[in-house]
């Protein structure tokens, strides 16, 4: 045979038995395992300022080179918007990510083996502790906004949200009412890594991970300002007016108005706590008041009460710059949407409720509203109607009212009372009450604070003393210019408290470094974000798909917008 043959022959083997080293060579087993009490949960669930405490344990089949392992808590969103276009047959689907949380392990070099390969036979341990943060930093959430917007109000550590592997004992599958196109998932992560690929990044050879179920204490807000009147193009409605007749073909009886406010929040109790299988209640108050044509009209029969409960998910694939209020202005957008589910709570007879009468004007602050439009003085009649709202868990999972860059959680209390009139007609008047609701979470009573007394007295102190410390407008020297880097300011009031030392210099500043550094291959791909949203990993894509066959279909490539 000839010898350029033989040598062509020799190299296709030793590459046949590369390539099948390569395939046939398995990967590091990463398995991730909890030790605290929820070890034996089906899904864990933690609350703020929940430990979180496990291992990672990593077993090979041959010895596996390495250059470093990662432990992190991580919690991200993900979202995509269906535009189904009438023109032509394609479709547009806008998608975004968003890891909004990433807490990193700190790892003991100690720990690992010397050199870095991990021997085949031997299984390799290594610990974990996090602390499920109550709100997220800064530069999680730094697209513009509308004015207006409330300070902070992305800031709060959002709900795990559409992962139907959230279930009851581990047996049947529960509810959250949130739809496909708006997920939130937290979990733990192990990753072995080896080498940097051509654009900086890690390269994984191995990873492993452990979902969680994060719910988060979520405190009462503030009543939402909202038009006491408005029509049904708002999401709420405290007022309704409306002309009651004494039959059909026949006049008007008087004009019957019904106002609210908005009732307390929903409390979901602590998971753990005594009361956990209680169900969230809360109590509203309709007022009735009857403003009659004539003076000798009498008053018309309440019939029934019924209450509903809407949620509603908002989603986008742009960043919200606003806190939704409007469900119409979800609808018929490639950017945004809006899942809605409406769930019956109860219904009330209000055949029992008497009518009080009033001779005079009363003040408005005992409760009654104010007059109607047909109100041309004299006497009128009031009453009042409580309605007690529970929310029955069964299969559904109730989390708590969040706003967030890409998802939004809002809930609402509809109220319908229908009227008996003195005469039989087609139907019974009905009116309709919107009502703004929150379902706030407990979170754990024995969860020790992020901070102590004294560091946040000495935060007050610090926030004090810099009012009146001198600031220079200058320019910044070239010696800070050519190697910027964020360092904190003297800190008089917290010398000695929290750590002015060069070691804790050191240590935060090759913390910061190692976090903004910290990026894999086999994580999302960035495709033309937008500007305000590049610095936190965000995504928005539009891919345009085509209904027509795949045979005759062309390539397809994402388009950035």
């Given at each position: 045979?000839?010898?350029?043959?033989?040598?062509?022959?020799?190299?296709?083997?030793?590459?046949?038995?590369?390539?099948?080293?390569?395939?046939?060579?398995?990967?590091?087993?990463?398995?991730?395992?909890?030790?605290?009490?929820?070890?034996?949960?089906?899904?864990?669930?933690?609350?703020?300022?929940?430990?979180?405490?496990?291992?990672?344990?990593?077993?090979?089949?041959?010895?596996?080179?390495?250059?470093?392992?990662?432990?992190?808590?991580?919690?991200?969103?993900?979202?995509?918007?269906?535009?189904?276009?009438?023109?032509?047959?394609?479709?547009?689907?806008?998608?975004?990510?968003?890891?909004?949380?990433?807490?990193?392990?700190?790892?003991?070099?100690?720990?690992?083996?010397?050199?870095?390969?991990?021997?085949?036979?031997?299984?390799?341990?290594?610990?974990?502790?996090?602390?499920?943060?109550?709100?997220?930093?800064?530069?999680?959430?730094?697209?513009?906004?509308?004015?207006?917007?409330?300070?902070?109000?992305?800031?709060?550590?959002?709900?795990?949200?559409?992962?139907?592997?959230?279930?009851?004992?581990?047996?049947?599958?529960?509810?959250?009412?949130?739809?496909?196109?708006?997920?939130?998932?937290?979990?733990?992560?192990?990753?072995?890594?080896?080498?940097?690929?051509?654009?900086?990044?890690?390269?994984?050879?191995?990873?492993?991970?452990?979902?969680?179920?994060?719910?988060?204490?979520?405190?009462?807000?503030?009543?939402?300002?909202?038009?006491?009147?408005?029509?049904?193009?708002?999401?709420?409605?405290?007022?309704?007016?409306?002309?009651?007749?004494?039959?059909?073909?026949?006049?008007?009886?008087?004009?019957?108005?019904?106002?609210?406010?908005?009732?307390?929040?929903?409390?979901?109790?602590?998971?753990?706590?005594?009361?956990?299988?209680?169900?969230?209640?809360?109590?509203?108050?309709?007022?009735?008041?009857?403003?009659?044509?004539?003076?000798?009209?009498?008053?018309?029969?309440?019939?029934?009460?019924?209450?509903?409960?809407?949620?509603?998910?908002?989603?986008?694939?742009?960043?919200?710059?606003?806190?939704?209020?409007?469900s119409c202005d979800f609808h018929y957008s490639s950017v945004r949407g809006i899942y809605v589910e409406s769930l019956n709570l109860c219904s009330r007879?209000?055949?029992?409720?008497?009518?009080?009468?009033?001779?005079?004007?009363?003040?408005?602050?005992?409760?009654?509203?104010?007059?109607?439009?047909?109100?041309?003085?004299?006497?009128?009649?009031?009453?009042?109607?409580?309605?007690?709202?529970?929310?029955?868990?069964?299969?559904?999972?109730?989390?708590?009212?969040?706003?967030?860059?890409?998802?939004?959680?809002?809930?609402?209390?509809?109220?319908?009372?229908?009227?008996?009139?003195?005469?039989?007609?087609?139907?019974?008047?009905?009116?309709?009450?919107?009502?703004?609701?929150?379902?706030?979470?407990?979170?754990?009573?024995?969860?020790?604070?992020?901070?102590?007394?004294?560091?946040?007295?000495?935060?007050?102190?610090?926030?004090?003393?810099?009012?009146?410390?001198?600031?220079?407008?200058?320019?910044?020297?070239?010696?800070?210019?050519?190697?910027?880097?964020?360092?904190?300011?003297?800190?008089?009031?917290?010398?000695?408290?929290?750590?002015?030392?060069?070691?804790?210099?050191?240590?935060?500043?090759?913390?910061?470094?190692?976090?903004?550094s910290l990026s894999f291959e086999d994580e999302e791909v960035v495709l033309a974000p937008p500007p305000e949203y590049a610095s936190i990993g965000g995504?928005?894509?539009?891919?345009?798909?085509?209904?027509?066959?795949?045979?005759?279909?062309?390539?397809?490539?994402?388009?950035?917008?």
């Open positions: 045979m000839h010898p350029d043959i033989v040598m062509f022959t020799e190299q296709r083997r030793g590459s046949l038995a590369r390539m099948k080293d390569l395939v046939m060579t398995p990967k590091p087993i990463i398995e991730v395992t909890l030790t605290d009490d929820q070890k034996d949960a089906f899904v864990p669930q933690y609350t703020s300022l929940d430990e979180i405490k496990g291992e990672v344990s990593i077993t090979v089949s041959c010895d596996t080179s390495f250059d470093d392992i990662y432990i992190t808590f991580e919690g991200s969103t993900r979202t995509f918007v269906e535009k189904i276009a009438t023109t032509s047959p394609t479709n547009g689907r806008t998608e975004a990510f968003h890891n909004f949380v990433r807490l990193l392990q700190p790892m003991d070099p100690s720990a690992f083996p010397d050199p870095r390969v991990i021997e085949a036979g031997k299984d390799y341990k290594f610990p974990f502790t996090f602390v499920v943060p109550d709100t997220l930093l800064p530069q999680s959430c730094t697209h513009a906004k509308r004015a207006g917007f409330p300070e902070g109000g992305h800031m709060t550590t959002p709900p795990s949200l559409g992962d139907p592997l959230v279930a009851s004992m581990g047996k049947s599958l529960m509810d959250d009412m949130a739809p496909d196109m708006g997920t939130i998932a937290y979990s733990v992560r192990g990753r072995i890594t080896s080498g940097r690929g051509a654009n900086g990044k890690y390269k994984t050879i191995a990873e492993g991970s452990k979902k969680l179920r994060i719910i988060p204490a979520m405190e009462e807000q503030p009543p939402l300002d909202v038009v006491v009147e408005g029509d049904d193009r708002y999401d709420y409605k405290m007022r309704q007016e409306k002309n009651i007749k004494k039959g059909t073909f026949k006049g008007k009886l008087g004009r019957l108005v019904i106002q609210s406010t908005q009732p307390q929040s929903l409390k979901i109790p602590y998971f753990k706590g005594p009361d956990a299988d209680c169900s969230p209640t809360t109590m509203a108050t309709v007022n009735v008041r009857f403003d009659p044509i004539e003076e000798s009209s009498p008053p018309p029969g309440l019939n029934t009460l019924q209450a509903k409960l809407k949620v509603a998910t908002f989603f986008t694939s742009v960043p919200m710059d606003e806190i939704p209020t409007k007879c209000l055949s029992n409720i008497e009518w009080q009468k009033h001779t005079f004007p009363t003040s408005r602050s005992l409760g009654i509203p104010t007059p109607s439009e047909a109100y041309k003085g004299g006497s009128f009649y009031t009453a009042q109607v409580v309605v007690p709202v529970s929310l029955h868990m069964g299969n559904k999972v109730f989390v708590p009212s969040f706003n967030s860059c890409l998802v939004s959680r809002i809930y609402a209390l509809d109220l319908y009372l229908s009227i008996n009139t003195p005469n039989a007609t087609v139907t019974d008047p009905t009116l309709h009450l919107k009502l703004p609701i929150q379902v706030s979470s407990e979170g754990n009573p024995h969860a020790e604070p992020t901070i102590s007394a004294e560091e946040h007295a000495a935060i007050a102190a610090r926030e004090v003393n810099a009012y009146f410390d001198p600031r220079s407008v200058a320019p910044p020297s070239p010696q800070y210019t050519e190697d910027a880097r964020l360092d904190a300011p003297p800190n008089r009031a917290m010398e000695g408290i929290m750590g002015d030392s060069p070691q804790h210099s050191m240590r935060m500043n090759s913390a910061q470094q190692r976090f903004q995504r928005n894509r539009q891919r345009v798909t085509s209904n027509v066959p795949s045979s005759s279909r062309p390539p397809r490539s994402p388009r950035s917008i």
